[in-house]
């Protein structure tokens, strides 16, 4: 696992680090919306596709989806996710995920490096999401997919707004922003995406879509 010094200091990643083994424990809040998800993703692979997962968190999904490409790379800023996501790979025996620790905002690598890019509960904790979805958009192959499952909350959680900033100079919250499911869907379609389809679970806030390159 390569980590980098910057983002182990970042205030965003010593409030995942004290999350990490809790995280790691909470049961999927929607698993029928979750099954479905890894369903459609599956459907997009190929066995000799390269996979980027930003934001993989303790590698469950990336691990999920292993049997099914030539590789994965799950990165993630917390260095402690990543113990964890490494310790389930290593039990069962998955060898084709690469985890490295590194800050979202500031990962690249060259052009049309991925098959396709997975972000989930990702871009709504980002301080520029457009500039990462623009920076998705170099690192993917020509008609390279982008899959994304992102919270959307303006206009459904409103006390949050209040709460988060608070929370936030604690340190008991990390950052978030507010934008609705439109306001998503016309970012990535801006950096250059066609979105191929978009898909609301039922009460829930979050939008999964699937973009093309």
């Given at each position: ?68 490409v030539k ?59 457009e ?29 949050l ?47 999964f ?5």
């Open positions: 696992m390569n980590m980098t010094t910057s983002s182990r200091e970042a205030p965003s990643a010593k409030f995942w680090n004290k999350m990490a083994a809790r995280y790691s424990k909470s049961p999927v809040s929607n698993q029928a919306a979750y099954e479905k998800k890894l369903e459609i993703t599956q459907s997009y692979f190929t066995p000799d596709m390269e996979v980027l997962e930003l934001g993989c968190g303790t590698g469950t999904t990336a691990l999920i989806h292993a049997p099914f590789h994965i790379r799950a990165v993630d800023i917390s260095e402690n996710m990543l113990e964890i996501a490494q310790d389930k790979a290593k039990q069962q025996n998955i060898t084709n995920v690469t985890f490295d620790q590194a800050a979202i905002d500031t990962f690249s690598v060259p052009d049309q490096s991925y098959d396709i890019i997975m972000t989930h509960s990702v871009l709504h904790l980002l301080e520029d999401k500039a990462t979805i623009a920076n998705i958009h170099k690192m993917l192959k020509p008609s390279g997919y982008f899959i994304s499952s992102t919270v959307c909350l303006t206009g459904m959680m409103r006390f707004q209040l709460i988060v900033p608070i929370g936030r100079l604690f340190g008991f919250m990390p950052l978030v922003k507010f934008f609705s499911a439109k306001h998503l869907e016309k970012s990535i379609t801006n950096a250059g995406f066609d979105i191929i389809s978009s898909w609301e679970p039922e009460k829930s806030h979050s939008m879509i699937v973009a093309r390159k």
